[in-house]
């Protein structure tokens, strides 16, 4: 379901309950549920290292942008870019620890 709001546009989610939102804001950033507690990384290529710079503890977050990087288990290679919650440093995570419905949601830019 998809329905122009205020904020932007609002995704319900099909991969937790009824009560989780997705949506863009008007400020171009994506607000939505998510796995947690989640390794953020540094870099998202695959020759990159994987270097660990925070960790993403809360169940609903906000997301910057997306990038493209290495494949993973979610069947694309798009990831999002959130502030984590025990140092306050920016990281990427997998979109398929993001609960969208389609990646990358239309509105939210590239990083």
Known sequence: MALVAGAGIVVQSGQAGAAEMCFVTS????????????????????SSPQIKVDTLRTRQSTFTCWA?????????????????????????????????LTDPPSGLPKC
């Open 68 to 100: 493209k990087g290495k494949p993973h288990s979610g069947g694309n290679a798009i990831y999002y870019r959130a502030q984590g919650d025990d140092h306050g440093k920016y990281g990427f995570l997998a979109a398929v620890l993001v609960h969208t």
């Open 27 to 46: 400020k171009h950033q994506l607000y939505c549920g998510n796995e947690a507690p989640v390794t953020l990384w540094k870099y998202i290529g695959s």
